[in-house]
């Protein structure tokens, strides 16, 4: 499977927003919204730092 797990940086840690993310999509505004394998969607105020795709890993900072 090629999914990865979405974090959102707060103080220097990174906390666990969404597992299983299969599809991320910007919508303006600052706002992106994930979509994992199942159809499950969060938006969140946040742009992308990171992008890892050999350890399935979305870094994110909050707007």
């Not at 103080?11 to 706002?31: F, Q």
């Not at 105020?45 to 890993?57: D, F, G, Q, S, W």
């Amino acid at each position: 499977m090629c999914e990865s797990s979405a974090y959102i940086l707060k103080d220097d840690k990174e906390e666990l927003v969404m597992d299983s993310v299969a599809k991320i999509t910007p919508l303006g505004n600052n706002e992106l919204e994930l979509v994992t394998l199942l159809g499950d969607r969060k938006v969140l105020a946040a742009t992308i730092k990171e992008i890892n795709l050999l350890r399935h890993k979305v870094i994110l900072i909050p707007v």
